[in-house]
């Protein structure tokens, strides 16, 4: 479909925060090694007792810096691999020849990951995609990858969190391990899927979107269900990390990252905190993805706020995502617009509102209670069919002393096919 129109101003703002986000994760590797050098630092500081009954932490110290090297080995074949939806030579006051210039602003563009990866006689990459505003990619696993040393990039320390969380969220969704948080969340979503679409056509398979989709899993997973599932994701830190697994990879556990070196605090053993984890889980190739799986990128407002998706998808689903919103009644106006009359919306998630605390002046977060947010459902015309808490967690370590647990709401709710 065709998106609004941007002006030049904003897609300078896009562009740019895209070369952001990339030198983030380009500089994931210089962030967790200060980390270990602070280790050292403080190891140091202590008496030649103390160190006596700790000889072993030196030795953990430089396993740390291999598992960074492992992880880092990752992201960059993940960046060479990303193909920008956009132009990233628009932006008319960066000079893209100056090398200089690209590093002291963090700044980095298509063709400079390009020329790193032939300069290390790595192929180009392939990557299927629709250029509009919400830049859509068709989900065909495939691969090929390769590694080049990467220059040192500035952005701030928060932004490096982020790359650290999205290593957290590769293994809710795509490692063994976080099979029991998808059990968690993602089991009952799809169990109840099943029972509301119990006919499905592979000629006219059903709707699904899944707005706030992360890194993939689960709308991968009502894909092989036999829906046509479209992922809707805001944050090109899960679109980058989303489009390498299902694009650009091709056996079991063909990689591994480190995803709970980042922190000392609550580890049962120094074992635990440096054990890998094998990604991704299933063979992408044979998973019987539906004809028609997509990816879209794009705030979900704007996407699907368009006239031209109202009443166009049989089921939504969201999970961990009504939360998200600077108005969540906006988010279910726009759910119960974009449905079929009769179609479904099922939620599970809590309602830990992103932006109640960091919101600046020209901006706003509406935080409702769980009963207000189910006024508003019935105001834009949803009938409440089933209503459950499910026990969570979210992107947790299961060996972890700290636990943070979810009583989320879990309820399908059904627009009704002609107004009251």
Known sequence: MEGPCHSREEEIMEIRSLRRIISAYLNYSDAALADVKRYERSFKKLSSSHKALLPHLPSKYQSLRRCISINANFILNMIQAFDPPVDMSLDADFDEHSNTEMIGNGQLTASDLKRNAESENCSET???????????SEAIPSSN????????LNVPLVDVDKVRCIIRNIVRDWALEGKKEREECYKPILEELQRLFPDRSADSPPHCLVPGAGLGRLALEISCLGFLSQG????????????FILNYTEAVGQWTIYPWIHSNCNSLSDEDQLRP???PDIHLASAGITEGFSMCAGDFV??????????TWDAVVTCFFIDTAH?????????AK???PGGVWINLGPLLYHFAESYGPDEMSLELSLDDVKKVSFHYGFELEMEKTVATTYTSNPRSMMQVKYNAAFWTMRKRRTEA
Not at 236 to 241: E, V
């Open 145 to 152: 990858t390769c590694a080049n040393s990467s220059p040192s």
């Open 232 to 243: 809707n994701e805001f944050s090109y830190y899960m679109m980058i990390c989303s489009s």
């Open 277 to 279: 984890v094998q990604i």
């Open 126 to 136: 392939e990557q299927s995609t629709c250029h509009d505003d919400s830049y859509c």
């Open 302 to 311: 704007e996407v699907y706020g368009d006239a031209r998706q109202e009443g």
């Open 327 to 335: 108005n969540v009644a906006e988010y279910i106006k726009i759910i």
């Open 338 to 340: 974009i449905l079929k």
